[in-house]
């Protein structure tokens, strides 16, 4: 099974401010044949269920601020956060679906410093 | 826009079977793009995928392999729902449950709102 790993646990960044959490896969989840990367960041919100903000390893899901933007390819991937609002505080996942079971990293949290 | 909606008892004894139902609208439980997904959360476990089911000309159902001896995922075409029954249950089974679609390649969305299950006497 693939494995996944983000970092930091945990993040205090202040308001307006960039914050950055990485994700790094136990084996690569690039695709050859299509050169896609098997990659999605969701971010949750407490009692609420997860939500997918980024697919494809840096497409934006349709309505997401474009202040969110993912990068990286293979094995390592980062999502960045360009001028933190207050609305942003969450947990934020990364998951692969290059194969099943798909995997999760275990959250990074998102708090204003 | 397709939407799920969970239901089921929160509450379940030890030993005793787990059951949810996932009712979508929206879409159907049939449909030869999408899968048909249930995961659960706890703070031990993390973000855990269980298993799902599609129709791909005949039905097809993976599992994880933590719990593949005791679980069933189970499509119902007159109800366009399916449903999460998880066997002989332990206290390690608690945790919040929730149903997900995933099209195509396979992220995750849209998810139903969850159900928090504890597994207790």
């Known amino acids: 099974d693939i494995v996944m790993t983000q970092s930091p646990d945990s993040l205090a960044v202040s308001l307006g401010e960039r914050a950055t959490i990485n994700c790094k896969s136990s084996?690569?989840?690039?695709?050859?044949?299509?050169?896609?990367?098997?990659l999605a960041w969701y971010q949750q919100k407490p009692g609420q269920p997860p939500k997918v903000i980024i697919y494809?390893?840096?497409t934006r899901e349709s309505g997401v601020p474009d202040r969110f933007s993912g990068s990286g390819s293979g094995t390592d991937f980062t999502l960045t956060i360009s001028s933190l609002q207050a609305e942003d505080v969450a947990v934020y996942y990364c998951?692969?679906?290059?194969?099943?079971?798909?995997?999760f990293g275990q959250g990074t949290k998102l708090e204003i410093k | 826009q397709v939407q799920l909606q969970q239901s089921g008892p929160g509450l379940v004894k030890p030993s005793q079977t787990l059951f949810l139902t996932c009712d979508i609208s929206g879409d159907s439980v049939s449909s030869n793009r999408a899968a048909w997904n249930w995961f659960r959360q706890s703070p031990s476990r993390g973000l855990e995928w269980l298993g799902r089911?599609?129709?791909?000309?005949?039905?097809?159902?993976e599992y994880a392999q933590s719990v593949k001896s005791r679980i069933i995922i189970n499509p119902d075409t007159s109800k366009n729902q399916f449903s999460l029954q998880l066997r002989s249950v332990t206290p390690e089974d608690t945790a919040v449950y929730y149903c997900?679609?995933?099209?195509?390649?396979?992220?995750?969305?849209?998810w139903g709102q969850g159900t928090l299950v504890t597994v207790s006497s």
């Open positions: 084996q690569s989840v690039l695709y050859s044949s299509n050169k896609k990367n098997y």
């Open positions: 997900a679609l995933s099209n195509g390649p396979g992220w995750f969305d849209p």
């Open positions: 998951q692969q679906y290059y194969d099943t079971p798909s995997s």
């Open positions: 089911t599609h129709f791909r000309s005949k039905w097809f159902h």
């Open positions: 494809w390893a840096s």
